[in-house]
């Protein structure tokens, strides 16, 4: 089984790791000269066991990191030690005041939204030139969150889920095209089975294309 003209199962073992991810068996296909470790995968650095959370701790995720792992080359990225909050450090909150969500020290108040924005808009150009295929999230959190990240009231009255992190708000902007799923949410045999299948869509598309503008 193939996207395009790129094979997803390889002979060398790897094809039955993603066999596993993918929920489901699929024949196996010869590989092609570009291996499937050519394909490059950001992820927040917390999923892949290391310990930069605020509070020092991590979310490895092994079925993340062991499996898919064997496939691509992961690209860690952690925001908040990035931009240089430190580890322990105080979490942060997402906040809402009037029309803006800014990003709130819990404890201290202190407003990081400009400092994480800007360099968010960085790390993400920088990124676009690395060539990513995809990217693996951590769900929940205020930085890299996808789905329903927790917005606070700026009047203390509660919190709504309907947020997105500042850092994947930036990558989304930028690469509105790029395949972008929660570690958690790949847990899902068919949410798996789609963001691997747009992942490899992608890179065949970012192969191709050097090759169309070629005279």
């Known amino acids: ?19 596993v991810l993918c929920g489901r068996a699929m024949p196996h296909r010869a590989p092609t000269a570009a291996g499937s470790t050519d394909i490059k995968i950001g992820i927040s650095a917390c999923v892949l066991g290391q310990e930069v959370r605020y ?11 062991d499996t898919l792992g064997a496939l691509v080359r992961f690209v860690p990225v952690c925001p908040e030690v990035e931009l240089g909050l430190g580890v322990p450090r105080t979490p942060v909150n997402l906040v809402r005041t009037g029309k803006s969500v800014r990003m709130i020290e819990a404890k201290t108040g202190a407003d990081h939204t400009a400092a994480m924005t800007a360099w ?5 150009e920088a990124l676009a030139r690395e060539g990513l295929s995809g990217f693996i999230v951590q769900q929940g959190s205020p930085s890299c969150g996808v789905h329903g990240v927790e917005i606070h009231h700026g009047d203390g009255t509660g ?5 997105r992190g500042l850092f994947t708000t930036a990558l989304a902007m930028r690469l509105p095209d790029l395949p972008v799923e929660e570690a958690e949410r790949l ?7 789609t963001f691997i299948e747009r992942v490899f869509a992608y890179h065949r598309h970012l192969n191709e294309a050097p090759r169309r503008r070629r005279p």
């Open 1 to 19: 089984w193939q996207i395009g003209t790129l094979p997803i199962f390889r002979r060398d073992g790897r094809g039955r790791a993603l066999e």
């Open 55 to 65: 509070d020092g701790g991590h979310k490895l995720d092994t079925l993340v990191r």
């Open 120 to 124: 968010a808009t960085r790390r993400v």
């Open 159 to 163: 919190t709504i889920k309907r947020g």
């Open 187 to 193: 847990h899902d045999p068919q949410l798996r089975e």
